[in-house]
């Protein structure tokens, strides 16, 4: 048995923790050889591939990134790309595909299976939170923990110069990061994706803070929209699922909020420093298991199926029920941390 891995879409902390439990368990435990495809969909399309073996995975736990490196490669964008992928396969003797992922990579994969008969297992990737069969994806907690500190940083700069700091998050269109950051940092202004605002009262909530003697922080994920208006984007370019590139609506906020209340106002878009460096505990933990349960599915050839954390258990869910609907912020919980606003 030879099994392929790939990792795609944006990079995250916790990946080469999966890579070295797929390939610790499965070769000490079955025997199975592995072979890694470079640059997600793109090295199975075209063939570029590395040898996995227990030497390769060895050190590579606390690293961030992949050493398989990434892509956002849409194979039903390429010519021939189904036929192109079996090829790889066959020429691999590849006999079961392992993805690591999100929404977009793992969409691939369940099409894949449940369409063209190729065997996937899908492991679920992403800081964004935004899987619905999962309770947590790896990545989302390093993510969380990076941008908390920040935010931790961006009070004393704050208060120092009795100034607006704006802090904009990464999530795309679901506001996890943003509300989970926000609450964790003891930021005065939290705004989502699944909540648009509004602008004046962002502004009198600003204002009842320097009333305190308190300098305001506002933590506005990047796919926040205003009631008055669309997603705030530095360009309209697409990648190749369709996606627009999301950044903007901090630096935007920050205008608004000074021409209206007078007070100063500046912008920190972590932006990828959230998706870099060392994983936590947690992403490490999570991602090991989601590894060995994966190559568990691979061994019971039970494809077209995607490890998902329920509780504390790691079970197997429909490739194409996990990616069916982005997971959001429910409006109660948004509703909790409205308490701490202004």
């Excluded at 079996?86 to 006999?95: F, S």
């Excluded at 929209?225 to 984007?233: N, Q």
């Amino acid at each position: 048995m030879r099994v392929g891995v790939l990792t795609g879409g944006g990079d995250c902390p916790g990946l080469n923790a999966v890579i070295r439990a797929l390939v610790r368990k499965g070769v000490q435990e079955y025997g199975y050889g592995f072979t890694g495809f470079r640059d997600g969909w793109r090295g199975a399309l075209d063939g570029d591939t590395v040898r996995l073996d227990i030497p390769t995975v060895r050190g590579i736990l606390p690293r961030g990134g992949t050493i398989l490196g990434s892509s956002r490669t849409n194979p039903f964008k390429e010519e021939d790309g189904v036929r192109r992928i079996r090829e790889t396969l066959a020429a691999t003797g590849v006999d079961a595909l392992v993805v690591i992922g999100g929404e977009d990579t793992l969409g691939v994969a369940s099409r894949l299976s449940d369409e063209y008969s190729v065997p996937c297992v899908g492991v679920p990737k992403t800081i964004d939170n935004d899987l619905s069969a999962t309770d947590y994806t790896f990545g989302f907690d390093t993510a969380v923990g990076i941008a908390t500190e920040a935010i931790d940083r961006l009070h004393t700069t704050a208060e120092s110069h009795m100034r607006v700091l704006v802090c904009e998050v990464m999530g795309r269109h679901a506001g996890w990061i943003a509300l989970h950051s926000g609450l964790a940092g003891g930021a005065n202004v939290i705004l989502i994706p699944e909540q648009r605002f509004d602008v004046d009262q962002v502004c009198a909530w600003v204002t009842s803070r320097f009333k305190a003697s308190y300098a305001p922080i506002v933590v506005v994920a990047e796919g926040a929209m205003p009631k008055d208006g669309d997603l705030v984007l530095k360009d309209g370019t697409l990648d190749s699922y369709g996606h627009v590139r999301l950044s903007g609506v901090g630096e935007w906020l920050a205008k608004e909020i000074e021409r209206r209340t007078g007070k100063e106002a500046r912008t920190t878009v972590l932006g990828h420093v959230q998706r870099g460096g060392t994983p936590s505990a947690f992403d490490r933990w999570l991602a090991t298991r989601f590894g060995l349960h994966a190559i568990e599915a691979v061994r019971d050839g039970d494809y077209g199926k995607m490890v998902a954390l329920r509780g504390t258990d790691i079970v197997r869910v429909p490739m194409a029920e996990a990616t069916a609907q982005l997971k959001t912020v429910r409006p109660e919980l948004y509703e909790e941390a409205g308490v701490f606003f202004g």
